[in-house]
């Protein structure tokens, strides 16, 4: 594999972080914190809202004291996603599509990355969806672009491992 095709898909990083900023930037400029912006879908299944959450999925760490928190919150990350890139880069053993998966996770940690380093510790969430009352929940935990990335790919990458790894069992 060239170095072209190595780092091809680290443009997914690029265009993931710079669109989850891109939309952040106009939700800031036209929904007040707090309030519900948009009703998408049957008036209440999709919500486009403002809301700024300074811990990470469903607030974990909400009461963490700052220092603990810029450690797992941005300096952790940091060194992950930069080490990760590094040796995806530098590995053979990534197949094209799992390489733009990770690309595409990648993005969405840059995401909430550069949220956590230039708003203060705390990220924009916006997409607010109905949840019917399953597990507990009416509405999903609010989340944004980048979060939707590191799931998605995170998941399907998972699911290219474990298949893998059954091809190489049989």
Request: overall charge positive.
């Amino acid at each position: 594999m060239n170095k072209k095709e190595r780092l091809l898909p680290f443009v997914l990083t690029v265009c993931i972080a710079a669109a989850d900023q891109l939309i952040k930037i106009w939700i800031s400029a036209n929904i007040t914190q707090n309030t519900i912006g948009y009703r998408l879908f049957d008036g209440d299944f999709l919500r486009i809202i403002h809301v700024r959450n300074n811990a990470v999925a469903f607030s974990m760490g909400t009461g963490l004291p700052d220092i603990v928190r810029l450690l797992l919150f941005i300096i952790v990350p940091l060194v992950f996603i930069g080490y990760l890139i590094f040796y995806v880069i530098r590995s053979d053993e990534f197949s094209p599509f799992q390489r733009w998966l990770i690309g595409g996770a990648a993005g969405g940690g840059l995401g909430n990355l550069i949220d956590r380093v230039f708003r203060s510790s705390w990220v924009i969430d916006y997409i607010d969806v109905k949840f019917y009352g399953l597990f507990g929940m009416e509405r999903f935990p609010t989340f944004n672009l980048a979060d939707s990335s590191i799931v998605v790919c995170g998941i399907l990458l998972i699911i290219t491992f474990l298949y893998s790894l059954r091809g190489k069992h049989e």
